[in-house]
């Protein structure tokens, strides 16, 4: 069986190891050992953060929600429960926007949210 040589391929993993790690602080940019362990943390990070990235976005919604529920005069808890009940099918991306943008139309919501419920 013929001598197989990997340099080749040993330097191409390492190149390109380097280039995505090319703006990293100190060793973690020039030494390949330490530049491999910062790149697989920033990899777990990047997948991790991914998904609660959606949760924090969700959490800033229902903040807005509230704010601007409480400046209506009702409790986030009661505008969702009265939504519910009211059979409105309006998401908190949605409300969240109508309370940052439209507050007219998110105090109409609050009305009719009063009158059914």
Request: aromatic fraction near 6%.
């Amino acid at each position: 069986m013929p001598r197989v040589k990997r340099g080749v391929l040993s330097l191409k993993k390492r190149r390109t190891l380097m280039k995505a790690v090319k703006g990293y602080r100190g060793a973690r940019s020039r030494r390949v050992s330490c530049a491999q362990e910062a790149f697989h943390h920033a990899q777990h990070y990047a997948y991790r953060d991914r998904r609660n990235k959606k949760r924090d976005i969700r959490s800033l919604w229902i903040v807005r929600i509230n704010a601007a529920a409480h400046t209506c005069g009702i409790s986030y808890s009661r505008l969702m429960s009265g939504l519910k009940t009211a059979g409105m099918e309006i998401n908190r991306k949605i409300l969240a926007d109508l309370a940052v943008t439209d507050m007219e139309a998110f105090a109409s919501i609050v009305k009719t949210v009063r009158e059914k419920a």
